[in-house]
């Protein structure tokens, strides 16, 4: 059975995305989802690193909102067997009809040491992955199924893993990447494939203070070695991977100013080909969630 396609304007064209979740109780983090869904934002994006299986965190926010599109940006395939994660899937989708995506990755060596998992072939990996994951749901999933087959993307950088986006699932999650990456992966994926990529923002227009919680972030994604394979295809080198970023890759990646500098470089994604922007706000609270930020920014970004 063929996938279906995906509609990208059901998850409308700004999403949130926040790894910040970890760091709030799960009160707190009922709070802040359903805030996001009443001030009408139409998707949240979180992952897993270290913190709560993602889904399980995405339970909790499903349950604690009634409209919102809850997606794993990413759940970690070496974190979970096929059966596992087809099993998670299957029970949220058919939990709550239309509002769980599954966003899948491979994720990173360094971070797949933690877990002991081996890291050896990322896309023969998820090519695998994805073989047992349908044949588990097809032949030994035995809970009431979803209506439907549920929408699962693929964390995708190269060109490999984006055909591979293209081929075995309904799109791609993209991540650290500037609209330039946003036209080559809509290039590869065609119509009517789902792209979301992230894009990274602090909201404050004092561009020293800026850039110094820019780069707290970027920092800690330059060293490792997929974002940046991904920035030399785009005209980055060395120099701008140096010392946490230059300005010119920090300024692209993590953007500042007042929320019409971020619908700017949203619509640079959009008009790029993407279907929905996931928006990371950044936030000088290390363990903070950016909930002012979230109510300041909602009417010019759900005005796109």
Do not use: C
């Not at 096929?82 to 029970?91: C, D, I, K, S």
């Not at 709550?96 to 877990?115: D, K, N, T």
Request: net charge neutral; proline share 6%.
């Amino acid at each position: 059975m063929s996938r279906p396609l995906v509609d990208g304007g059901s998850l409308g064209r700004v999403g949130i995305w926040s790894g910040q979740f970890d760091f709030s109780p799960a009160g707190v983090v009922r709070e802040a989802v359903a805030e996001l869904d009443e001030l009408g934002y139409p998707t949240v994006w979180t992952g897993e690193v270290k913190g709560r299986e993602v889904l399980v965190t995405a339970g909790l926010m499903l349950a604690a909102t009634s409209r919102i599109t809850v997606a794993t940006g990413i759940a970690q395939i070496l974190a979970r067997n096929p059966l596992t994660m087809a099993a998670g899937q299957l029970a949220l989708a058919e939990a709550y009809p239309g509002r769980f995506l599954l966003g899948l990755g491979v994720s990173h060596a360094e971070l797949m040491q933690i877990r002991g998992a081996p890291y050896t072939k990322p896309l023969g990996q998820m090519a695998a992955y994805l073989d047992e994951m349908d044949r588990m749901a097809a032949e030994q999933y035995r809970a009431v199924p979803p209506e439907g087959t549920p929408v699962r993307v693929l964390a995708a950088l190269g060109p490999k893993m984006l055909e591979l986006a293209r081929d075995r699932a309904d799109g791609a999650h993209t991540y650290f990447v500037p609209p330039e990456h946003t036209a080559a992966a809509r290039k590869t994926l065609g119509s009517g494939k789902l792209l979301v990529p992230e894009q990274a923002f602090v909201l404050d227009t004092d561009t020293e203070r800026a850039r110094e919680l820019a780069r707290r972030h970027t920092g800690s994604y330059l060293r490792l070695p997929n974002y940046t394979n991904n920035l030399r295809r785009h005209g980055y080198g060395d120099d701008d991977f140096a010392n946490a970023g230059s300005d010119r890759l920090v300024d692209m990646i993590v953007p500042h100013g007042g929320p019409e500098v971020l619908a700017r470089r949203i619509t640079e994604h959009l008009d790029a080909g993407a279907d929905q922007v996931a928006v990371q706000v950044l936030d000088y609270d290390r363990r903070g969630l950016p909930r002012r930020q979230w109510r300041e920014l909602a009417p010019a970004l759900l005005a796109l």
